[in-house]
């Protein structure tokens, strides 16, 4: 198991500068943006895509520090109501496929997209309950959209030979284990998770189960290494579907936390734990969104509470059960 970084949080720095800093506090693998939300600063993909020069100097300035690649990064919504916008999306998400399969990337990290409620609609609507009942028609309208759209992604990724990992997120489609299994199992298993614990704290769901479950599946691609604390002063007034801006920072009933600042060190080595067992032995991608410190000391404490909880050795033979 490795650690790694999404690298967002160094942009406005190089990408050998910010290699050499994450090589240098005990980073093995990086994840790296090329579209979407995480943006294209560390790789620009249009330069990249079909360029065989440009690639192997990007591989060499990864290589020169130590580094691998675990995931390229392009977080959108391809099933966005509007048709420029979805088209948008769905050429980077496109592109960003083609472009690991040519960089010897196994995976691409995404969300699912979230599309309106309905044919005629231009806004996409998160759909939390079944009534009154033109939710639960709406949900279903969405649900053969996805169904339909990430078959066909699949196809694109399979012959790529990329793993396509979608972060469970809200105001997305599938935002909880069993709609990222329910994609998976009706689509390809090209299909799982990028694993971000995060969104999942603040919905009361145990993420050590979650792991199991998912795990269960195979339904895990990827993970993010990201904590969440949830401030009961406010949560036991508003509750947790806070729509406060992140950045008010002591209103909000929740914040994503460097690790160790959400849940103890115990039970991130539980987390890794769990990991193993389902058999999952690659990057824990730290995603640094925390609003109470700055990007380098949120990785460099995030890397500290990791670097006592992740395995660096295979499991040794059980001679004690022989």
Same mark, same amino acid.
């Given at each position: ?39 294209? $600063? =560390?790789? /620009? %993909? ?5 360029? @065989?020069? &440009? ?5 060499? #300035? +990864? ?23 979805? $088209? =948008?999306? /769905? %050429? ?5 496929? @083609?472009? &690991? ?5 196994? #995976? +691409?990290?995404?969300?699912s997209g979230l599309p309106s409620g309905s044919p005629e609609g231009a806004v996409p ?9 033109e939710h639960a028609e709406a949900l279903d309208y969405q649900w053969e959209l996805a169904v339909d ?174």
């Open positions: 198991m490795h650690i790694g970084v999404l690298t967002v949080p160094l942009g406005d720095e190089s990408l050998d500068d910010a290699l050499d800093y994450l090589a240098g506090i005990g980073v093995d693998a990086v994840e790296v943006g090329c579209g979407g939300y995480p943006g294209d $600063d =560390h790789l /620009d %993909r249009a330069e990249l895509l079909d360029d @065989a020069d &440009a690639r192997a100097a990007f591989r060499e #300035t +990864v290589d020169e520090h130590g580094l691998s690649v675990s995931a390229l990064a392009t977080h959108n919504n391809p099933l966005h109501p509007d048709p420029e916008r979805a $088209d =948008h999306d /769905d %050429r980077e998400l496109r592109e960003a496929i @083609a472009l &690991a399969g040519q960089l010897g990337v196994d #995976t +691409v990290t995404c969300f609507n998160w759909i939390t309950a079944p009534w009154p009942p759209y990430w078959s066909d992604i699949a196809e694109h990724a399979d012959e790529h030979g990329v793993d396509v990992a979608i972060e469970m997120h809200p105001n997305m489609l599938v935002y909880e284990p069993t709609g990222m299994v329910r994609l998976r199992d009706e689509t390809s298993e090209r299909i799982g998770a990028n694993f971000d614990p995060s969104h999942l704290y603040w919905q009361d769901i145990d993420v050590v189960e979650a792991i199991r479950y998912l795990g269960e599946h195979d339904a895990i691609h990827h993970v993010h290494a990201k904590d969440t604390r949830i401030y009961d002063h406010h949560a036991d007034v508003k509750g947790v579907l806070d729509t406060t801006d992140y950045a008010d920072t002591a209103e909000r009933s929740w914040l994503f936390r460097s690790i160790g600042y959400g849940h103890g060190e115990e039970h991130w080595k539980d987390v890794v734990s769990t990991l193993r067992m389902v058999g999952y032995e690659g990057a824990l991608s730290i995603e640094h969104e925390d609003a109470l410190t700055s990007s380098r000391e949120g990785l460099e404490k995030a890397v500290d509470v990791l670097s006592r909880a992740v395995f660096a050795t295979e499991p040794g033979d059980a001679y004690w059960a022989e």
